[in-house]
């Protein structure tokens, strides 16, 4: 029997799945769900041509999509300086010079997470104390939310933006705006080999944490065209055994021809020309576009890179085409640019047509109940991330300090429930871990009692509804029934239980008459732990010791 028909029958463990949501066992036939039942029919269908694997208690579950994310960017940040536990300036420049010294950075000193408003004394360290501390190497150290960074001089001078129309943004060793992306080029890898190895590494750490699909958010601000093509080149052939990745492109057009050319010029295949277009930059670097100043720097308000009438044009233009547009959009001010764009080509193209094209947003941190209903309206995803509010969103955090009493409402997932927006889930890693029962629980937990949602919602927001977010093919991905494909992960867990947002609900949903399908209890520190990872029949990952195979001869 060939590889693409071999039959795996998984059992003695639990299935999540609507189909059967007392499932114990999964037949696999190549890359599809064939079957699922009990213990009891397990055994009666079990013969010689099977592999059986024991899940002794596991769970088998519909693999994670990480709906945005940066894959050459992950890579760099697992084997470069963590910077997110410095407490101060003068700790930053410690590790800073200690990573100098050890001489593994390959000509660069690559830092990623330091957060100024964690530290007491939230000064930055000047061009020239990172400078004495690299010891004369170059340095690239991200802040935590990757819309500024800290470089040496040397890196500034190789960027050739001094004096230049580029330079706005560059404060001393401090680089935001559009002084940003070509200080952040410079320091990149140029290499493809390096750039492979770092994809490499990448996708080989999201499939051992679950993950079967990435949603590459590639712009040219960002990682630039050939870090795509590398990526992508890799989907053909004898890199499948890896996490599926889908990509868009974030360069704004702005008539359908134009689109359709740089679609023609790109040599790969993209989703749409959408994700990391950005409409404003973030919170935690004051470029997040607001419709007031922010608390803790008056007559600040962000910086808006786009104009309504500008995202108007390029969503008129990919609804002509058919394909997906989309930014990034954090403030609420970027959002009525947005918004008011999408009425812009609704009148050009008509509302059916944008409608249909299925328009996205990445972030949409600050909605209202009416913003909701208007993104609802036009049919638009929300692509939104989960650990945002866990990582900033409470009390005293970040949020407050920037916005004060504007913190209550953000990253709003019920209020888009609610009003029908479709809603998928990711990471923006390296921003935040590749952590997606972690991003789970983030949903659970959200610092807005008023904004959580089920457990089992935010799960279909990690999976089924980000295969769907992204258009794809085949309606049943992401979710295990028979006929569908077999892309799942298989977990460890302590416990399985129904958790709601609303305790009031809580025993209804545990009652078994429900047919409520059950997942790993997240209420503890102890997130369940990945034992395999397959997509479409093509195993991904499997830890050691795991899958023993049971006697097939019973």
């Known amino acids: 029997m060939s590889d693409e028909r071999r039959l795996t ?37 079990q013969d010689s041509t099977m592999e059986v694997v024991d899940l002794d208690g596991a769970l088998v579950a519909p693999g994670f999509v990480d709906s945005h994310v940066h894959i050459t960017d992950t890579g760099l940040a697992l084997g470069s300086l963590d910077l997110s536990g410095v407490r101060s300036g003068g700790e930053l420049l410690d590790a800073v010079a200690t990573a100098g010294r050890s001489g593994d950075q390959r000509g660069v000193v690559r830092g990623y997470g330091w957060d100024e408003s964690t530290w ?38 190789a960027a050739g933006i001094a004096g230049t129309g580029r330079s706005e943004g560059l404060d001393g060793a401090l680089v935001t705006r559009d002084a940003l992306p070509a200080v952040r080029a410079a320091a990149r890898p140029a290499d493809d080999a390096e750039v492979r190895s770092l994809q490499d590494r990448a996708l080989a750490y999201a499939a051992s944490r679950g993950y079967v699909g990435l949603v590459e ?56 020309l959408a994700g990391d277009l950005t409409v404003d930059g973030s919170i935690g670097s004051r470029t997040a576009l607001l419709a007031e100043d922010y608390s803790d ?44 764009g999408l009425g812009i080509a609704a009148d050009r193209v008509g509302a059916a047509s944008v409608r249909s094209a299925g328009h996205r947003l990445e972030h949409v941190e600050m909605a209202s109940e009416a913003d909701a209903a208007a993104l609802a309206e036009y049919a638009v995803t929300v692509s939104a991330q989960p650990l945002f509010d866990a990582t900033w969103g409470h009390p005293g ?14 990253n709003p997932f019920a209020r888009f429930y609610s009003a029908g927006v479709p809603i998928a889930f990711g990471s923006d890693s390296p921003v935040c871990a590749l952590s997606p029962w972690e991003s789970v629980r983030a949903c659970l937990t959200h610092s ?9 919602a935010a799960f279909i927001g990690h999976t089924r509804a980000a295969w769907r977010a992204a258009r794809h093919r085949n309606p049943l991905m992401g979710q295990l ?24 609900v809580a025993a209804w949903s545990t009652d078994p008459r429900a047919r409520t399908p059950l997942l790993p209890a997240l209420e503890s520190d102890s997130l369940p732990e990945c034992l395999q990872t397959v997509h479409e029949g093509r195993e991904l990952f499997r830890a050691p010791g795991f899958g023993r195979v049971v006697d097939t001869a019973r």
């Not at 390029?314 to 918004?339: K, M, N, P």
Request: negative net charge; contains cysteine.
């Open 9 to 45: 029958l998984y059992r003695n463990g639990s299935v999540y799945s609507a189909a059967d949501p007392f499932a114990s066992a999964m037949l696999v036939d190549g890359g599809t769900v064939a079957w699922l039942g009990s213990e009891q029919a397990a055994t009666s269908i």
């Open 448 to 456: 807005d009692p008023a904004q959580r949602i089920s457990a089992r």
């Open 397 to 410: 955090g970040l949020y407050e300090a920037r916005l004060g009493e504007r913190r209550a409402g953000m």
């Open 297 to 340: 720097a008056p007559g600040t308000r962000g910086v808006g890179y786009l104009s309504a009438e500008q995202i108007g044009g390029h969503l008129a233009a990919c609804s002509e085409l058919g394909i997906q547009g989309g930014f990034h959009v954090i403030g609420d001010a970027a959002l009525q640019l947005v918004l008011a």
């Open 217 to 272: 958010q590639a712009s040219p601000r960002l990682s630039g065209l050939r870090d795509l093509q590398v990526l992508l080149d890799r989907q053909d052939g004898q890199d499948r055994a890896a996490p599926q990745v889908m990509a868009y492109w974030g360069q704004l057009a702005g008539s359908a021809e134009e689109a359709r050319g740089i679609l023609e010029c790109l040599g790969v295949e993209v989703l749409g």
């Open 120 to 157: 007491s004394d939230p000064a930055l360290p000047t061009a020239e104390e990172l400078a004495r501390a690299t010891g004369g190497v170059p340095a690239f150290l991200a802040r935590v939310d990757v819309h500024s960074a800290l470089v040496t001089p040397d890196l500034v001078q």
């Open 481 to 504: 029934v028979p006929g569908a494909p077999a892309s799942f992960a298989v977990w460890k867990a302590d416990e399985l239980m129904v958790q709601v947002a609303d305790e009031r």
